[in-house]
């Protein structure tokens, strides 16, 4: 009997996971896409898809998901586009992990503490640490999934850090370096100033 010539068809369940995969491929992508972008510099976007070799790989790994439920092997010879796929899936998938594991670190928006908290609750300072040298201080704005990076306060020198808002509009930071105030603007809570780039140094 020519094989070829039954109809291929793909068990509901199949189709169904593949059809699933294939959204949340495509769901990912957006998602990854516009947290590595991430022009409205929204906290949750750098902390749970900034990280593009996470995102190259989760998509890859849907993708190949998908292809495999959706079309099964029936013949080579006719499906040699599976292959190209599943190759392709493959490549950006490793890339994915070289990226994360060589630089993941700079993309994730690195460890974060918040040292304080204006009155209001929807200012912040938070020290933001990618490693033991590379520390910085932050200030973010607004709340819960609105809540946004405004801006780079300087660097974070030197072990207890502490920070206090002295009014809505401005910040004191205290290092073993000194003590220094820093503005912030009114209307939008950026760092209006910054502390200077030696630890010694004020704004």
Not at 135 to 157: N, S, V
Request: aromatic content about 6%; some cysteine.
């Amino acid at each position: 009997m020519d094989t070829e010539a039954l109809p291929a068809r793909t068990g509901l369940l199949r189709r169904t996971l593949g059809t699933l995969a294939a959204v949340a491929a495509a769901v990912a992508l957006v998602l990854w896409t516009v947290g590595v972008v991430n022009p409205w510099s929204l906290v949750v976007l750098t902390r749970y898809f900034g990280q593009p070799g996470v995102g190259l790989f989760v998509v890859a790994a849907l993708v190949l998901l998908a292809a495999r439920l959706l079309a099964p092997v029936r013949n080579e010879a006719n499906q040699q586009w599976r292959s190209r796929v599943q190759i392709t899936a493959g490549i950006v998938g490793v890339l994915g992990l070289l990226i994360w594991g060589l630089g993941g670190q700079w993309f994730s928006g690195g460890e974060t503490t918040v040292l304080a908290r204006s009155a209001e609750g929807d200012r912040a300072v938070v020290l933001v640490e990618w490693s033991v040298d590379e520390r910085e201080l932050h200030i973010w704005g607004g709340e819960g999934l609105a809540e946004k990076d405004l801006g780079r306060i300087g660097r974070a020198c030197g072990e207890g850090i502490t920070a206090r808002f002295l009014d809505r509009t401005e910040v004191e930071i205290e290092t073993v370096y000194g003590t220094f105030r820093v503005r912030l603007d009114p209307a939008s809570g950026a760092p209006a100033e910054t502390l200077g780039e030696q630890c010694s140094g004020g704004t």
